[in-house]
């Protein structure tokens, strides 16, 4: 419930500067994901009368089609609004692998996206495939780097704590340009060095 309610004041300081938002929509946040399940289903997904938008990418020898749609808000999603501000497009992925030219239908996947823009069904494939590959990227910093993944640490909001300081020494780290190295290279000079620890501090307005 904090991740939830830590996401909704990210996307309402997100429209309150101006901006638009494209978040994904998990398991973990209660009635906008039911709700999504309850209006789509894969077969009302299939046959969607609206709005679409499909992709096939070849990746390790397979062919995988992507199927998007979107739609305005409707029924509880109007309700759901008021929590999350400035929702106005609802966005869902079907994907499903070919295999010797056929679907494989025991791997269908079904992905859920709610966004303040107005956003046509081409708009928003291109613009899930970039948070995708944002999110992915940011997951393999805070893990392979961070090792966030090899954290026991859960009491409280520990480790909740912890992910917003890992985060911002991403950051920091990424914004010394005086180093060109990965983060753990970064990591340990920063660990070994007084003065490029500065330099990263100071980088940051930290003195």
């Known amino acids: 419930m904090r991740t939830m309610g830590c996401q909704r004041e990210i996307a309402k300081k997100i429209v309150d500067k101006g901006a638009d938002y494209l978040l994904a929509v998990k398991g973990n946040q209660g009635k906008l994901h039911e709700a999504f399940e309850n209006h789509f ?17 070849k990746s390790h020898g397979r062919m995988e089609s992507r199927l998007h749609i979107v739609s305005d ?33 025991d791997d269908i996947s079904v992905r859920y996206y709610i966004s303040s823009a ?20 940011l997951h393999w910093k805070m893990d392979v780097a961070m090792r966030e993944d090899d954290c026991r640490i859960r009491r409280g909001n520990a480790a909740e704590m912890l992910t917003g300081f890992r985060h911002m020494a991403v950051n920091m780290l990424n914004n010394t340009k005086t180093f060109k190295a990965g983060l753990k ?15 990263v501090l100071a980088g940051c307005g930290v003195s």
């Open 41 to 57: 289903s894969i077969e009302k997904v299939n046959q969607w009368k609206g709005d679409t938008f499909r992709t096939e990418e």
């Open 73 to 105: 808000i409707f029924d509880e999603f109007v309700n759901l609004s008021f929590d999350w501000k400035g929702m106005k497009t609802l966005g869902i992925i079907l994907s499903a692998r070919m295999e010797d030219g056929v679907f494989n239908t």
């Open 118 to 137: 107005e956003l046509t069904a081409e708009e928003f494939a291109h613009a899930a495939r970039e948070h995708w590959a944002i999110e992915n990227k």
């Open 185 to 199: 290279r970064k990591q340990k000079k920063a660990a070994m060095s007084t003065q490029y620890l500065s330099e």
